[in-house]
């Protein structure tokens, strides 16, 4: 599969502008000294302005939704660059799909 995985590093934003930060459960797949990221690793939302008729509806997560098909992390899908997510509040309600902005270019063999 060509293109770019998601690693801890990986510049994710909620819709909003905010910071979606990976805790990776797992230390051994690594992309230029960074953890990849799977379906299985929390991204929490921090800093979202988020509100709805003045209550704030901040992002707090990110969950993704479409993952590698092909690609597994310690048996749990991927996250290449194309994969869909979308951001939840606190309540799950959805808020928009996160925006990819930084990710660790895949390496080729020669």
Not at 27 to 47: C, H, S
Not at 77 to 88: D, H
Request: some cysteine.
């Amino acid at each position: 599969m060509p293109g770019n995985l998601l690693h801890v590093n990986a510049t994710v934003l909620c819709p909003h502008g905010a910071r979606a930060t990976a805790r990776p459960a797992q230390a051994r797949v690594l992309v230029a000294g960074q953890a990849v990221t799977g379906t299985a690793d929390p991204y929490t939302v921090t800093g979202c302005p988020f509100t709805v008729a003045g209550k704030p509806q901040p992002c707090v997560t990110v969950r993704w939704v479409v993952p590698s098909a092909r690609i597994r992390v310690n048996g749990s899908p991927a996250l290449p660059s194309s994969a869909v997510g979308l951001c939840q509040s606190a309540e799950q309600i959805p808020q928009g799909p996160p925006v990819v902005t930084v990710v660790q270019q895949r390496a080729e063999g020669t």
